[in-house]
């Protein structure tokens, strides 16, 4: 019962879309319907600025790494905690509370990383940093970080069920990703900062 609780509670964390709700506050109206229509940090801050991004940025985070740190509190098993932070990542993408209309879980899934084992959650973000410094597109440095993610967690932890979670997570990020992936194979992809 506690497992199948915690799960549910990854969902609905994960259903709390923060840009949506930085938005409304700074009347900047609704990312899911202005800019690239996604309500994740990179299109907040192209809508209002760095503050209303990294707002959105922490935010999304903590959604994933709280319940993941719940579950590890609780001692519960490794599958038990990927189950978790894959319902976390589910909520956001498609969030409960917003009409399933959600992000592209960036920001959520490397909280979820961190929290289930920082140095392969690490290895992630740090990857993501450095496609996207080279290329200055988030999207190509989601889909290359999240595509590497279940080697990080069998080589560096190792955790065959976390490895598991993060190749759905990737799946579901090159799902989530795909008319960025056509941008980016006919050069049309908006450059990080990019209005």
Not at 11 to 33: F, K
Not at 75 to 100: C, D, M, Q, W
Not at 132 to 159: C, D, E, H
């Given at each position: ?136 597109m988030s999207s190509l ?16 932890t190792p955790a065959p ?35």
């Amino acid at each position: 019962m506690i497992d199948a609780a915690l799960v549910i509670l990854g969902y609905l964390a994960g259903s709390v879309s923060t840009g949506v709700l930085v938005a409304r506050l700074l009347g900047l109206g609704d990312p899911r319907h202005d800019g690239s229509g996604n309500p994740g940090a990179t299109n907040v801050l192209r809508l209002g600025g760095r503050p209303a991004a990294l707002a959105t940025l922490l935010g999304d985070a903590l959604k994933g790494v709280v319940p993941v740190l719940i579950a590890q509190a609780l001692e519960l098993p490794g599958i038990t905690v990927a189950s978790v932070g894959g319902a976390a990542f589910l909520g956001h993408l498609y969030p409960v509370f917003f009409g399933f209309q959600g992000g592209k879980g960036i920001a959520t899934g490397l909280g979820i990383f961190i929290a289930a084992a920082w140095p392969a959650g690490l290895a992630v973000a740090l990857t993501w940093a450095v496609v996207a410094g080279l290329a200055r597109m988030s999207s190509l440095a989601a889909l290359v970080s999240f595509a590497l993610a279940p080697a990080y967690f069998l080589l560096i932890t190792p955790a065959p069920a976390l490895a598991a979670m993060a190749a759905g997570m990737a799946l579901l990020t090159a799902w989530r990703h795909r008319g960025n992936i056509r941008r980016i194979a006919n050069g049309t992809e908006p450059r990080i900062g990019q209005r």
